[in-house]
Structure formats: C-alpha cells, structure tokens
C-alpha cells in the first residue's frame, strides 16, 4: 500500500495539471458505500496536503476538485439509497458489511442532521451513513445540506496536517515562525480529537442508566 501511495505522489509531483482531477477521483472514491472503505485517501490527502504546503501544488485547484469529489461522492451514495430502499442493505455486498451498516443506523437514528455533518469525519462509518440516510428517507434538501458543508469543513482538515508539517520544515529552515505554526498545527489535531471524543461520549449510556 506504501509503494501504491508513492507512486500517486510521484505522479502528482511529476504532472501538477492532474492534481486537481486525482483528489476529485480520491475523495469520490471515499465517500462511496462500500469502495470507500479500500480507498487510503487519508494518507494521499497526508501527501498532497505536503505538497501544497511546500508549494508544489496550488491549494485552490486541489480544493475544488477535493470538494466536488466528496460532494458528489456523497450525493451518489444518497441516491443509491434512497433509490432502492431497505432491502439494498441486504443485499452483497452490503451483506458482508453488517458491522458497519449496523454502526451507521444507529448514529443516524440517534442524530439524524448531525450525523450527515458529522460523519465524514468518522471513519468507520464515513462512506455509510450518506447510504443509510438515503435508505431511512432523509429529506433530499436537508442531506445536500449536511453534505455540502461538511465537504467544505472535511477537505481542508485532512489536507492541514501535512501542509503544516510543510511550513513547520520552511519555519525551521529559517522563517522563524515555527512557533505560530506548530500552534496551529495543535489547534488542528486537537479540534478533530475533541469533536471525535465528543461524539463518542454522546454515543455511551450514562452510568446507572438502563438501555
């Protein structure tokens, strides 16, 4: 999977125009029922995050197609949902996926709205819920909505981590503003830790309290 990641990289490096087009396919991929579980876009995200960051590749152009991919990607998986109804989640290879199809209903059921929002960020149920929210008949406005707007939020969080690591070498080297950046970088990492332990704590019963 590394030598899978390098060579995207590498071409990328080598073929900037394409940039743009590979992380629309990347986060399209993601954010599929079923495919996005195979699909390694967080480490790729990592490395064009890194490339952008040393100023390699333009963030607008990669954020565009980034955004589109996983609006589109979403939207599709809505679409497949809400076009063949429960009896999908049955059917392979959705089948094999029990745990996670399981895992996705029950986030949706307990936060409907939110866990459209909120989802993309968790990655075991990431390319599901947009699925289960077609299937359980989520409101068409309401999921674009959600989709939208975390799309929005998702794509520049994945790619953060590895722009900052880039200034934070550029800083070093000789800027003398490794101090801002690795507060930033913080701030990043400890937002999305904070939003992830948040949710899981709403997910637990409180003590004493029966199911």
Do not use: H
């Amino acid at each position: 999977m590394d030598a899978y990641i390098d060579r995207i990289g590498q071409f990328i490096q080598a073929n900037q125009d394409w940039a743009g087009p590979i992380t629309f396919l990347l986060t399209l991929g993601e954010s599929l029922i079923i495919l996005g579980l195979f699909i390694p876009a967080t480490a790729l995200m990592l490395l064009t995050g890194g490339l952008i960051g040393a100023g390699t590749l333009s963030p607008w152009n990669v954020l565009a197609w980034g955004i589109a991919g996983a609006i589109v990607g979403d939207a599709l998986s809505y679409g497949l949902g809400r076009l063949l109804g429960p009896g999908l989640l049955r059917r392979w290879p959705f089948s094999t996926q029990r745990t996670a199809v399981a895992r996705a209903r029950l986030f949706f059921y307990r936060y409907g709205f939110a866990s459209v929002l909120i989802g993309r960020f968790l990655g075991p149920i990431r390319s599901t819920i947009p699925t289960v929210a077609g299937v359980m008949g989520m409101n068409q406005v309401r999921f674009q909505t959600a989709n939208v707007l975390s799309a929005l939020a998702w794509l520049p969080l994945m790619l953060a981590p590895g722009f900052i690591t880039a200034r934070s070498v550029d800083a070093m080297q000789g800027s003398g503003q490794i101090g801002l950046v690795a507060g930033t970088a913080a701030s990043v990492l400890i937002g999305a830790w904070l939003l992830i332990a948040m949710m899981r704590k709403r997910r637990q019963p409180e003590p004493g309290r029966r199911r």
